[in-house]
């Protein structure tokens, strides 16, 4: 008995020793003992699952009805009026494709996203068809840019009347041609109308980031005051150009490297 409990009292010495030495968060030596989307797996359940982000996302909209009519009481009355929505995770729900994925073992592809966007099935993020309507009901002109690609047209009208949204129609709902950049078709809308609110998931769906941008955003107080007043983000913990930053842009990276550059991303201790 008392040879047992010395080696247990020695494995956990052991354990003990090697949690307070390691210094970094190693990635598995071997590129096939990577798998990216099973890190995906919580972010997914908890956007499926959890009551948290249902009533967040009702919360927002709800925040966006209250400053869609602060913004109009503000507005200079001379210009038609008009918001701008995005649809991947703002208007609809996606998480089920990034289900399969996790599930089949794949990583996105434009196939199997082209077959996910032509089934015309993705949910409705709660709360977004009462803004809408909101919105409908005050005069204001609803968009929707998203960099689904033009060639989705259809099936995304088609979901979206699934839910008989307002404006879902070609001339309202914009999609990528080539430029991911949504700035030109922003553009394009602001020609016509005075843009009083933004609703999106990301950044770029208010502003196009530049390199570093959301690390400066912290020390741009203008910004964050413009942010606050003129759009409203719906969580996605799923995927965003938050990425990028933690590649430094960089591209073609091998699994194993993404991997490895998540884990160095880590913040183990308060930044000084
Ligand atoms: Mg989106």
């Not at 030495?21 to 959890?50: T, Y």
Request: glycine letters at 4%.
């Amino acid at each position: 008995m008392r040879i047992r409990y010395f080696l247990q009292v020695l494995v956990i010495i052991g354990v003990m020793s090697a949690c307070g030495n390691s210094k970094q968060v190693v990635a598995p030596a071997v590129e096939s003992q990577v798998n990216l989307m099973d890190q995906q797996m919580m972010s997914v359940l908890w956007m499926q699952h959890s009551h948290e982000v249902k009533i967040m996302q009702e919360q927002q909209y709800r925040n966006a009805a209250r400053k869609l009519k602060e913004n109009l009481r503000q507005a200079s009355g001379d210009n038609l009026l008009a918001v701008i929505l995005d649809i991947d995770e703002t208007v609809l729900d996606n998480s089920p494709y990034e289900a399969r994925l996790i599930r089949d073992g794949e990583k996105y592809s434009d196939e199997s996203w082209d077959l996910w966007v032509k089934e015309r099935q993705a949910a409705l993020i709660p709360g977004a068809r009462e803004f809408l309507m909101e919105a409908e009901r005050l005069g204001i002109e609803v968009f929707y840019i998203s960099n689904r690609s033009i060639e989705h047209l259809e099936p995304t009208i088609e979901n979206l009347m699934t839910y008989n949204l307002p404006a879902a129609d070609e001339s309202h709902v914009l999609l990528k041609v080539e430029d991911p950049d949504k700035t030109e078709r922003r553009n394009t809308v602001k020609d016509k109308f005075e843009v009083i609110l933004y609703v999106g998931d990301q950044l770029s769906d208010f502003v196009e980031e530049q390199d570093s941008f959301q690390e400066d955003m912290a020390d741009n107080e203008e910004m964050v005051e413009h942010a606050l007043k003129y759009f409203v983000i719906l969580p996605n913990p799923m995927y965003g150009g938050f990425e990028k930053m933690l590649y430094n842009n960089q591209s073609g990276l091998t699994d194993r490297q993404i991997d490895q550059k998540r884990r160095d991303a880590l913040i183990t201790k308060r930044k000084k």
